[in-house]
């Protein structure tokens, strides 16, 4: 096809979006609709991803020593664990003694009646170990619990399999979103489809005097389906304003809830460092269903 | 030019527009056809654009055989073809110029070659003053003389015409008759189905007479009588 004609033809199909207002509007908003959804969710999805990934580097092995631990066997557990931070699979770790234990208890309970009977001597000490990569914690916990001085009844601690069922329900929520979603795009489908239908129908006419003259059917198609894709992308790029306003908006607010509750850990992403991924996303869904939407409309009431 | 061979055509409902009709059109003839209603001259005419094809027989058009023609090739033999209508069939938001225009971008004619072409159609209709003006501003003698401009801009070897007068008084009449056949006499073959009987008569050109789909009659300088 010659330069001249794409020209003709992009014109062509322009001209139907604009005079076809009313419906084109209509259609734009539902590609703004489905649009919307996909990103939200998206959007959703991907802060539970990243917090938590990072509630996951922030969770602590807690391992306890026995009551009546010697000295050799808290060593051992100590020369285990700076190994391993020399070998980077730890980050850090804290201990808390004895003492410690025993202060904080006392403080916590706030009543020293209820302290009777118990003593420096019956608490123990504990150890808490942040690692370099989560997924590692089944391994060094195994490792740990071998050592005589730890308390393995319920000494050890890691809060991973909750994560892991947060992860799990995570991906159930994706599947049901896609199916919504998947409703949502074939609704949008069918009304760019009978946009593009009513279009068709009004050019009837011209259609007609084009085959006379003996116009291709690439040359009868394209207008249509250059409307499709119009109206695919003004729908993305409207969606995407709108979807980055609304989202930045509910980050100020969200963020500043979570402050006020003291859950540093979690956070509401910036809209920045995604932006470009949403809007490609947002493209390719807006122009997919522009060109599907059109391409049946144009198969089945073109007829050439 | 144009040759059917035993061509029949029967529509789904199972009327019968043409009944084994065999005739050949050279290059360069004026032919009318004519015919009661019904006879079957739409239907010739629609076999020879490919717009319905032959339930038999054989149908060849300008080198192309339209009885056994993939749809891809359909535009081609349109292009070689002119055709106009008793109900002109203009875009009525376009001008004159922009409706004639418009056949030549739609073969991808260059912009120059559209700029060469339009006004000289449009003057050989003698409507050059009336570029301008939309369909609805136009009478209806001027509106077919447009219609012939769209039909020859691409320069067909054949030019058909269904009825071209059915919508215009006498005198009107009688100037597109005109200006058909000069178009004839630069050359393009034209063949025009009409009931005008006066016409036909003073213009004494070849005449192939329909009856109920069938070839009643074939007459070189005929006239109406011939009918009978
Ligand atoms: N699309 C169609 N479907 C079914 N029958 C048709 C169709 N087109 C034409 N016919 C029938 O075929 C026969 C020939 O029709 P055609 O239109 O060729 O006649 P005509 O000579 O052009 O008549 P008129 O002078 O009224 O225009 C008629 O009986 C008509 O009813
Ligand atoms: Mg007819």
Redesign the pocket.
């Known amino acids: 096809m010659k330069i001249r004609t794409m020209k003709l033809l992009i014109k062509e199909g322009t001209n139907n979006v604009i005079k076809n207002k009313l419906m084109s509007f209509a259609s734009i908003m539902t590609v703004v609709a489905t649009l919307f959804f996909l990103g939200i969710i998206l959007l959703i999805a991907i802060n539970i991803t990243s917090n938590i990934e990072a509630m996951k580097r922030d969770l602590e092995i807690t391992v306890f020593l026995n009551v009546n631990a010697t000295n050799y066997q808290r060593e051992e557990v100590v020369s285990f664990i700076e190994a391993k931070k020399e070998a980077g699979v730890i980050t850090e770790y804290r201990n808390e003694t004895k003492e410690q234990m025993y202060q904080n208890i006392k403080e916590s309970l706030n009543d020293d009646s209820l302290l009777e009977g118990f003593s420096v001597d019956n608490a123990a000490e504990s150890f808490y170990i942040k690692l370099a990569d989560p997924n590692n914690s089944d391994e060094i916990i195994t490792e740990i619990s071998r050592f005589e001085g730890v308390n393995n009844n319920n000494g050890i601690g890691y809060g991973k399999e909750e994560l892991d069922k947060l992860e799990g329900i995570l991906k159930v929520f994706n599947y049901i979103v896609m199916a919504v979603l998947v409703v949502l795009m074939i609704v949008s489908i069918f009304l760019i489809s009978n946009t593009i239908r009513l279009t068709v129908f009004a050019r009837r006419h011209q259609i007609e005097i084009m085959k006379y003259v003996g116009a291709l059917d690439s040359f009868i198609r394209w207008p249509f389906i250059v409307e499709g894709l119009l109206i695919g992308f003004i729908g993305a790029a409207l969606s995407f304003f709108i979807t980055s306003q609304a989202y930045q908006w509910l980050q100020g607010v969200i963020n500043a809830i979570l402050a006020n509750l003291k859950l540093s850990t979690l956070r509401i992403m910036e809209f920045g460092p995604v932006a470009f991924r949403i809007f490609i996303i947002y493209s390719i869904f807006g122009i997919v269903i522009g060109g599907i939407g059109s391409l049946l409309s144009v198969r089945k009431h073109l007829n050439v | 030019m144009i040759r059917f061979v035993d061509a029949t055509?029967v529509?789904?409902?199972?009327?019968?527009?043409?009944r084994n009709l065999t005739v050949r059109i050279e290059k360069g003839e004026f032919v009318f056809?004519i015919?009661?209603?019904?006879?079957?001259?739409?239907?010739?005419?629609?076999l020879i654009m490919h717009e319905?094809v032959p339930t038999e027989g054989e149908v060849y058009v300008n080198g192309y055989s339209v009885h056994d023609m993939v749809q891809s090739e359909v535009p081609y033999l349109r292009r070689s073809l002119g055709v106009v209508f008793q109900d002109f069939r203009l875009l009525p938001n376009r001008t004159a110029y922009d409706n004639v225009a418009f056949a030549m971008q739609i073969v991808e004619a260059t912009a120059r070659e559209i700029r060469r072409q339009v006004p000289l159609a449009l003057g050989l209709v003698g409507l050059s003053k009336k570029a301008r003006a939309y369909p609805d501003q136009l009478s209806g003698g001027e509106q077919q003389r447009i219609v012939l401009a769209r039909a020859l801009v691409n320069n067909p070897a054949v030019l058909i015409a269904?009825?071209p007068t059915g919508n215009l008084d006498p005198k009107t009449s009688i100037e597109i008759m005109n200006l058909l056949e000069e178009i004839n006499q630069r050359g393009t073959t034209v063949v025009v189905?009409t009931?005008e009987k006066s016409i036909v008569d003073t213009m004494k050109k070849r005449v192939i007479t329909?009856e109920?789909?069938e070839l009643k009659s074939d007459v070189q300088k005929g006239s109406y009588f011939d009918e009978n």
Request: hydrophobic residues 30%.
């Open positions: 055509k529509y789904s409902n199972g009327v019968i527009g043409l056809i015919g009661a209603s019904g006879s079957g001259k739409s239907t010739f005419l629609k319905e269904d009825e189905a009931h329909l109920r789909g």
